[in-house]
């Protein structure tokens, strides 16, 4: 189930990055005689509001949600690993300091949080400007989850026998955190690394849905839902919720490989 | 031939050895307490026809010691501190007085006593849980990684370890005192491989690249009976068997020639032939490269066949020490084990 939850997942990123060759259309081409069609042989998930291909801004949107979010994610494991690690071995006030940073960070609602700083930024922003600054508070602001599980890891690991016995070789301080302990986090940091990645895309959809995340015309998964604004359209225009159908297709599989990756370990 | 059998011929060999030989000058500088390495003894005095140190010690120490002290009772913690004041580590590579609390169980152990002599192997004996490794850990000052507190003194080569700094302590560790864990199996990281681990522990302490050690690193697990081949280099600790582990962390605590070698129940984790195979080769380190041992298990076979003397935890504290022979009371030709040790260990594994 794992090797094919994470062979979907690659398929999908391979189709997204593909998408200059695989899209029919460029996703800000408008067929201004075709606003709002239905799907059809020419656009088969129909078009938006502005006569925009919705098939085109879905494989699109999902390259900037698919890349960006990992991306996010991979920030936010380097952060926490470079928290947790330090925090744990060097102890004392830096661990204090971190620890606290870490409660005030996963006591205040996160949503909210992003919701309040993007707000602070200009809403007429760049939409690359609007893909950055999206995903790197992302990144930010999500270390301080992963931060804690790997913080435990750390004081496991400086328990072992096997820091033990480097430390009664003579080995420095920093080397037993660079060369024992860091690979060890290792199987702990890609578990967070998965269970962080979809969440993020999730969060990213949460903006979008509410205006805040990519700024139009860039398309991300998260704006597309928008069109789910009006509820009473959704049964008579099943079509747009592809975007969704994607969403809960991809974090299915990255929940799938991390659940049925921690089975088989 | 039994581990007792081998001790057995141990002995003999350097008794005859010293029957044949003469002191070399400047043995007599050592306390005239106990008898000297007695494997090590023979080995020297084979290849060079002459007492090995530590021989005149023990010939003093036959003609001159008291019946008490030739007996290896305790010595009065008094006089000890007197003699300590005269000489600061009394010709000992190792004077430890310790008392150690943990932070739930005070009073582990109290007011322990023992030395170790340069190139002598010491044994120590006791049930589980009567603080063996919580010696090895105070000696090595590292007994606040398990939540421990030493007090006391451990003087090593002249110097109050538990007045050393960390970085101090740090120069020592691996260099001067090594340590041969428990466990192989839990000792080594599972996430390195096993070149990774004998680099760590040469660049500890040496300013030479990694690359110039290969070689005598190579030379060293040759000696170790262990394949030094790039394959080996490059397998996981999952990889090998738990006695070449054992031999793999050996090789690490060795690596560069310390003057006391601390090895923590090594053979506890091994099958029987494993067993006799460590004993054999530590027994052949000890002569080879003349290095303080302090052997702690809780299998007096494999004390008798490696040490000269012997220490008994119990109660926290150290109830007998002195000459394996006189503390173990046993025919070792034969195996046996006096019932007044065999009652002490069951006794403190029975509480």
Avoid at chain 2, 88 to 94: D, H, R, T, Y
Wanted: glycine share 10%.
């Amino acid at each position: 189930m794992r090797r094919a939850a994470i062979g979907v997942l690659g398929a999908i990123l391979i189709v997204l990055l593909c998408a200059g060759w695989i899209a029919p259309f460029g996703y800000q081409q408008q067929f201004r005689e075709e606003v709002g069609a239905a799907p059809c042989r020419q656009h088969r998930l129909g078009t938006d509001a502005l006569g925009r291909d919705r098939l085109s801004r879905l494989i699109y949107g999902g390259r900037i949600s698919m890349v960006l979010a990992p991306l996010a994610a991979l920030v936010a494991v380097t952060l926490a690993l470079a928290a947790g690690l330090t925090a744990g071995y060097l102890g004392g006030w830096w661990e204090r300091i971190v620890t606290t940073a870490m409660d005030l960070c996963l006591s205040l609602p996160w949503l909210f949080l992003l919701l309040v700083v993007r707000a602070m930024l200009p809403l007429n922003v760049d939409p690359t400007a609007s893909i950055v600054v999206t995903f790197a508070l992302l990144g930010l602001l999500g270390w301080a989850g992963p931060s804690r599980v790997i913080l435990a890891a750390v004081k496991r690991h400086l328990a072992s026998d096997f820091v033990l016995a480097a430390r009664s070789a003579g080995c420095p301080p920093w080397r037993i955190a660079l060369v024992q302990v860091l690979p060890n986090l290792k199987p702990v940091a890609a578990a967070q690394f998965w269970v962080t990645a979809p969440a993020f895309l999730l969060s990213e959809a949460n903006l979008g849905l509410l205006g805040l995340g990519v700024a139009e015309p860039a398309p991300s998964w998260g704006n597309l839902l928008r069109e789910m604004e009006n509820l009473s359209q959704v049964p008579s225009h099943p079509w747009v919720v592809a975007p969704l159908a994607a969403l809960v297709m991809v974090v299915s599989c990255f929940q799938l490989a991390i659940s049925t990756g921690e089975i088989e370990a | 031939m039994s581990f007792f059998a081998e001790a057995l011929t141990s002995r003999q060999e350097a008794a005859v050895a010293r029957r044949e030989g003469v002191g070399a000058p400047g043995e007599a500088v050592a306390a005239p307490r106990e008898p000297g390495p007695v494997g090590q003894e023979a080995a020297v005095a084979r290849r060079e026809g002459v007492g090995a140190p530590g021989e005149a010690v023990a010939v003093q120490h036959e003609a001159g010691a008291s019946p008490k002290e030739s007996a290896g009772t305790l010595r009065d913690p008094a006089a000890s501190r007197q003699e300590a004041i005269v000489s600061p580590s009394g010709g000992a590579v190792l004077s430890v007085h310790l008392s150690v609390d943990y932070r739930n169980k005070p009073g582990v152990l109290r007011d322990v006593e023992f030395d170790i002599r340069p190139g002598e192997a010491f044994g120590l004996v006791g049930a589980s849980g009567s603080g063996k490794s919580t010696i090895a850990l105070a000696i090595l000052r590292l007994l606040e990684m398990r939540g421990g507190a030493a007090h006391g003194s451990i003087l090593f080569e002249g110097r109050e370890l538990l007045a050393c700094r960390e970085k101090e302590m740090r120069q020592l560790r691996g260099r001067k005192i090594a340590l041969v864990p428990q466990s192989p199996a839990s000792a080594l990281n599972p996430a390195l491989r096993l070149e990774t681990h004998l680099r760590e522990a040469w660049l500890a302490h040496s300013p030479r690249p990694w690359k110039e050690a290969r070689s005598p690193v190579r030379d060293l697990l040759i000696r170790l009976e262990l394949p030094a081949d790039e394959g080996f280099f490059r397998r996981y600790p999952h990889q090998i068997s738990v006695g070449q582990a054992q031999r793999v962390l050996i090789a690490m605590a060795v690596l560069h020639r310390p003057a006391l070698l601390i090895a923590d129940e090594p053979t506890s984790a091994l099958d029987t032939v494993a067993q006799r195979e460590i004993l054999g080769l530590l027994r052949g380190l000890n002569r080879e490269f003349a290095m303080a041992a302090l052997y702690i298990s809780h299998d007096l076979a494999s004390v008798a066949a490696l040490c000269q003397r012997v220490g008994v935890l119990r109660g926290g504290r150290l109830a007998e020490c002195g000459p394996v022979e006189t503390v173990m009371g046993a025919d070792l030709s034969v195996g046996l084990i006096s019932p007044g040790l065999s009652g002490l260990i069951h006794a403190t594994e029975a509480r």
